[in-house]
């Protein structure tokens, strides 16, 4: 099987006590200008950091969010906290068109990264339909 980095995750601390830190900050403009900038930029870190302020309430960067997440899924080396945050930001808020290329993306992946395909397609099936 072809290694990746996801199943040999490590979460980074530094990322978050970071992000516990800046997530006091959710409600200030300066810092959800500064954040959907981040995302936009396809920045590191960004996911994970979109989907606290998300999982606290504070939807603003919600578009951005999703768009990093569609990007970061689509690349298997991607770090592990950024890939789980995706996955949950795309399952949790996506749209419907988004939940159909997150499963099409599973499907094109399987050949090349099956680990990682089979890993994307369990995520999807664990989570529970909307209500």
Known sequence: EPYHPLFAYNSSVALHRAVSYLSHYRDDPTFLKAVKAALREDR???S?????LMSEGQMAC?????G???????????NG???ISAIR??????????????SA?????????PDYA??????????????
């Open 68 to 78: 990093r997440a569609m990007k970061v899924i689509r690349r298997p080396a991607s």
């Open 44 to 46: 590191p870190g960004s």
């Open 118 to 131: 089979a890993f994307l397609e369990l995520k999807r099936l664990q989570e529970s339909p909307r209500k």
């Open 81 to 83: 906290d950024d890939v």
């Open 105 to 113: 993306v599973a499907g094109e992946l399987k050949v090349r990264y």
């Open 48 to 52: 994970y950091l979109a989907s606290r």
């Open 89 to 102: 930001l795309v399952l949790e808020h996506g749209t419907d068109a988004q939940l159909r290329e997150f």
């Open 62 to 66: 919600l578009p951005e969010a999703l």
